[in-house]
């Protein structure tokens, strides 16, 4: 599919059947890195087949880490040890993953060699500084570009040193930074955060036997410890899943079953929103999958209204605004976000681009510097541009199951870096769209 791909998405019907999502996008990332300075063979098993985490594999296979793929969706990765990267001959190329590129951003400031990560014109304009200030805390020697931007020229032979540090924002990718360059520190790395934000890396260093306090808001370890191989069970990816939570509330006679999603509580924040504003979502079969609470969601019609976002869950739905976005344009009455500054640096500008968006689409959205309040109402056809942003375009899309015409929905290849596949699902549950 070419950059300037676009989709054609039409009004819906009722979505129904059972569907199987891809697996979750921060995990994965973090299974390969991991798995690639532990100490023996980790066994990875729904691993995203997306953009994004094909490249952290690809970077650290360029750091010296054979990386097999036995069959979609399994990746078989041969440790080298916390010492056993060796020195790539070439950039890194993150391509749209800020996750890749600022965990990959502590974990080389604490190698013997230098490494350039770089990545796509999105990642190239998102903010660094927000890593690149508290590793220099700790001792790493990091160059951007003029105001922190990609490329990261990172210094090897750092000798980094433990410090106790709050993070700047609510960002679990700065938090998994520095717990990362920890891992290569002098003494004790602790970092607390404001707003407690997903644990992954904490669970899952945890779980390769690096001993590790922590709980929300807060994670302590020691450098010089050892990472032993594990098998890691990669459960579905909530975020994946809210495009299909969203669309099965908003078409009349729906009825979607959604298989094992991770429901780690720092990630599940919309269900508490969805809920707020009157959806019906069940969940069934909670159980635990490699150390993470999954269950099914069985998604049912509802007619919505609009709620006020309470300030303090945005932090655990920080990735699901856009397609939040589309559930308030559906309600009835008004839907006010804010304390959300953050999703004016993500994959793009998510307050600026779904307003436009939506209000291409004759839907009332009013800007906020840190949210929106957007009006409920009938949406119309219409050409929507997703600006790149692979949430964005997926998040037009269920809004178009709604609109009274067709939706033209332009730039949309990005959605391969997080969910391959999404068009062929969306079709597969009853959703009108195609490219
Ligand atoms: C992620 C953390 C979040 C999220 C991103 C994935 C992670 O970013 O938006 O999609 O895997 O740690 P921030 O931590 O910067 O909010």
Known sequence: MSAAAGWIAAPGTALSGTLQLPGDKSISHRAVMLGA???GTTRIRGFLEGEDTRAT??????????????????????????????AADAILDCGNAGTGMRL??????????????AGDESLSRRPMRR????????GARIDSEPGGLPPLRIHGGARL?????????ASAQVKSALLLAGLYADGETVVREAHPTRDYTERMLAAFGWPIAYGPGFACLQGGQRLTAIDVDVPADFSSAAFFIVAATLL??????????????????????LRAMGADIR???????????????VVSHAPLHGIDVPEDIVP??????PILFVAAACAKGRTRVSGAAELRVKESDRIATMAAGLRALGIRVDELPDGAVIEGGPLRGGTVDSHGDHRIAMSLAVAAQRAEGAVSIADVANVATSFPGFVALARQAGMQLRD
């Open 37 to 39: 300075i532990a100490e």
């Open 57 to 86: 594999a690809r970077v650290f296979s360029q750091l010296g880490v054979r990386i097999e793929a036995p069959s979609a969706g399994e990746r078989i990765v041969h440790g080298v040890g916390l010492h056993g990267l060796r």
């Open 104 to 117: 990959l951003a502590g974990l080389l400031a604490g190698q013997s060699f230098d490494s350039t990560l």
């Open 131 to 138: 890593v690149i200030e508290p590793l220099a805390a700790m």
């Open 161 to 169: 040193r433990g410090v106790d540090i709050a993070t700047p924002v």
């Open 252 to 273: 009349p006679g729906s009825r979607l079953r959604l298989a094992s999603i991770g429901m780690n509580p720092r990630r599940t924040g919309l269900l508490e929103a």
């Open 283 to 297: 969940e069934e079969n909670r159980r635990e999958q490699g150390g993470e609470p999954v269950a099914d969601l």
């Open 316 to 321: 655990d739905m920080i990735d699901e605004f």
